[in-house]
Structure formats: structure tokens, C-alpha cells
């Protein structure tokens, strides 16, 4: 416990400094993967890289599982995995075989795992998403059919996703036989969660916020609609009366919006823990969030 307690600290340590880094240069510049060798499964394919410590040898060297969420999510989850191999830790990051950024990397190794659709499938989904994100001539109700449309087409191709990964019974038992010291993750999707879970091992969340801010209630901290803005709401800390109303009114609907987001991964926590637990006791157990 006190080695994990060691190594989530330095992963908390190399958040920071990627974060900093981030802000004072914002492009970055293509790393080339230099994979050494591959052993393939029947069902998943491990990559293995050897990660190239750039500045020296550290005592101690821990063992990190990465579970990202696909698209932007990815960005700044790929940085935090790239530091740390670059230090000398040992990093695993699980993608699916098709996704839309996710790909090998210099310092981290991959496990990849099948998933029941092709490239196709997830351009249009993206597709989908692209189009209801554009100006559009058509009328509100149209408008808010597309969007319900798009986010749809989102949901179903994480939930296959996650799904696939969850149980496959030959992945999870890998990750268990390897002895992580931790896992990061995004928890707006949250398998990576699920899987801290399965293993017994410390969480650290890397996000920009939920949504429905199932976050903070996970995370226990006080949120008052009259102080704390809403997600997407617009609004800051500073807020006049009318703007605290309509504040509130987003706050109403919240749990409502949790539930069509998280509904399917209630009953997958349920299928894949075996215990009657909800995503927000799941996403409880969570030992850092880092806010981005």
C-alpha cells in the first residue's frame, strides 16, 4: 500500500509538471513508436516498447495501467502516460484495435483489444457528431433531434466499446497477473474505473468535468447551484440573481442527465463487479482527481 501510496504521489507529481508544460508550449511534436516486438493472443494483442528513460535511473519504479477515453479525452491522458515512461516507469495503456486518435507511443506500451466494428463505423460516428456541432438552418425541434441523434450514436459506440473490453475474460485476467501499482483514467467513461475496481488498485482521474456533475458528488465536494457554475454553463463564480435561477434550473435537471448517461453502466458495474454498486460509489473510490 505504501508503494502505491509512493506512486500515485509521483504520477500526481508528473500531472503537474505536463500541465505546466502545456500551458507554455502548445504545439508538441510527432513521436515516431518504436515497437520491439508483439505477442498476439487469441483475443488481444500486446505491444511491448522499451520506455527510454531520459533523465536517469530513480530508486523506485512503479507500474502504471492506463484506461483513456478515445478522441480529445486522450490528449492531455497521452502526455501524463508519455512522462512517466520517459522517467523509466513501466506504462500499459488498453485501446481498442479502432479508434479515433489512440495509437502506440515511444515511452508506453499498448494492449489492444477487438471490438465488433471497423473504421467506418467510427468516422461516422464522428460524422454524426460534426454535423450537429455545425450552424444549421433547421428549426429548433429539428436541431434538438440531431443533437439527441448524435449523442446517441456517441453512447452506443462507447458502450460497445467498454463492453468489450470489460468482458474479455482473457484481457482482464492479463491485467491482473501484471501487478500495477495504479491506474489513470478519464472517468466520464468509466471503465477504467470499473477495472480499478476489479483489481483493488488506487484510481487517479484525469477530466475536465462531467457533465451532470456526477464528479463533484463522487468526489464529496459541496456544490451549490448559487456559488458553483454549472457545467457548460457559461457562467463563473460571480453570478447575478437571474443568473443563479437559471444556475439552479440546469442543477435540477442534472439527475436526470446522469441518468441517461450512466444508466448502462449501472447494470455493466453490476454484471462485471458482481455487487449491487452504482457509477457513483464506483467513481467514490477514486484516490486523485486531476481537474484540467
Given at each position: 500500500?505504501?508503494?502505491?501510496?509512493?506512486?500515485?504521489?509521483?504520477?500526481?507529481?508528473?500531472?503537474?509538471?505536463?500541465?505546466?508544460?502545456?500551458?507554455?508550449?502548445?504545439?508538441?511534436?510527432?513521436?515516431?513508436?518504436?515497437?520491439?516486438?508483439?505477442?498476439?493472443?487469441k483475443?488481444?494483442?500486446?505491444?511491448?516498447?522499451?520506455?527510454?528513460?531520459?533523465?536517469?535511473?530513480?530508486?523506485?519504479?512503479?507500474?502504471?495501467?492506463?484506461?483513456?477515453?478515445d478522441?480529445s479525452?486522450?490528449?492531455?491522458?497521452?502526455?501524463?502516460?508519455?512522462?512517466?515512461?520517459?522517467?523509466?516507469?513501466?506504462?500499459?495503456?488498453?485501446?481498442?484495435?479502432?479508434?479515433?486518435q489512440?495509437?502506440?507511443?515511444?515511452?508506453?506500451?499498448?494492449?489492444?483489444?477487438?471490438?465488433?466494428?471497423?473504421?467506418?463505423?467510427?468516422?461516422?460516428?464522428?460524422?454524426?457528431?460534426?454535423?450537429?456541432?455545425?450552424?444549421?438552418?433547421?428549426?429548433?425541434?429539428?436541431?434538438?433531434?440531431?443533437?439527441?441523434?448524435?449523442?446517441?450514436?456517441?453512447?452506443?459506440?462507447?458502450?460497445?466499446?467498454?463492453?468489450?473490453?470489460?468482458?474479455?475474460?482473457?484481457?482482464?485476467?492479463?491485467?491482473?497477473?501484471?501487478?500495477?501499482?495504479?491506474?489513470?483514467?478519464?472517468?466520464?467513461?468509466?471503465?477504467?474505473?470499473?477495472?480499478?475496481?476489479?483489481l483493488?488498485?488506487?484510481?487517479?482521474?484525469?477530466?475536465?468535468?462531467?457533465?451532470?456533475?456526477?464528479?463533484?458528488?463522487a468526489?464529496?465536494?459541496p456544490?451549490?447551484?448559487?456559488?458553483?457554475?454549472?457545467?457548460?454553463?457559461?457562467?463563473?463564480?460571480?453570478?447575478?440573481?437571474?443568473?443563479?435561477?437559471?444556475?439552479?434550473?440546469?442543477?435540477?435537471?442534472?439527475?436526470?442527465?446522469?441518468?441517461?448517461?450512466?444508466r448502462?453502466?449501472?447494470?455493466?458495474?453490476?454484471?462485471?463487479?458482481?455487487?449491487?454498486v452504482?457509477?457513483?460509489?464506483?467513481?467514490?473510490?477514486?484516490?486523485?482527481w486531476?481537474?484540467?
Amino acid at each position: 500500500m505504501r508503494k502505491a501510496a509512493v506512486f500515485v504521489f509521483l504520477l500526481l507529481s508528473a500531472a503537474m509538471e505536463v500541465s505546466g508544460a502545456a500551458d507554455k508550449k502548445k504545439g508538441s511534436e510527432a513521436e515516431t513508436p518504436k515497437p520491439e516486438g508483439k505477442v498476439k493472443g487469441k483475443k488481444a494483442e500486446t505491444a511491448d516498447t522499451v520506455p527510454a528513460s531520459d533523465i536517469g535511473s530513480s530508486a523506485f519504479k512503479g507500474n502504471l495501467l492506463v484506461v483513456p477515453m478515445d478522441g480529445s479525452h486522450w490528449i492531455g491522458v497521452k502526455a501524463i502516460a508519455q512522462e512517466m515512461g520517459r522517467r523509466g516507469h513501466r506504462v500499459t495503456v488498453v485501446m481498442p484495435e479502432i479508434s479515433m486518435q489512440m495509437g502506440p507511443g515511444k515511452h508506453y506500451n499498448t494492449v489492444t483489444f477487438p471490438v465488433p466494428y471497423d473504421q467506418a463505423y467510427v468516422d461516422s460516428v464522428m460524422a454524426k457528431n460534426t454535423e450537429a456541432l455545425e450552424k444549421s438552418a433547421e428549426s429548433f425541434m429539428q436541431q434538438v433531434q440531431s443533437k439527441m441523434s448524435q449523442f446517441q450514436a456517441i453512447m452506443d459506440a462507447i458502450h460497445i466499446t467498454a463492453e468489450t473490453l470489460l468482458f474479455n475474460d482473457s484481457i482482464i485476467t492479463h491485467l491482473a497477473q501484471q501487478n500495477f501499482d495504479a491506474v489513470l483514467t478519464d472517468p466520464m467513461v468509466p471503465t477504467g474505473s470499473l477495472i480499478a475496481r476489479k483489481l483493488g488498485l488506487p484510481t487517479v482521474n484525469l477530466l475536465r468535468g462531467i457533465p451532470c456533475s456526477l464528479d463533484l458528488k463522487a468526489a464529496g465536494c459541496p456544490s451549490p447551484p448559487s456559488y458553483v457554475p454549472r457545467f457548460a454553463s457559461g457562467l463563473t463564480d460571480r453570478m447575478t440573481f437571474m443568473e443563479r435561477v437559471f444556475n439552479s434550473l440546469i442543477a435540477l435537471f442534472e439527475p436526470l442527465l446522469c441518468r441517461l448517461i450512466y444508466r448502462h453502466f449501472d447494470h455493466l458495474a453490476h454484471q462485471f463487479l458482481g455487487e449491487k454498486v452504482s457509477i457513483a460509489e464506483v467513481l467514490s473510490d477514486s484516490d486523485i482527481w486531476l481537474m484540467r
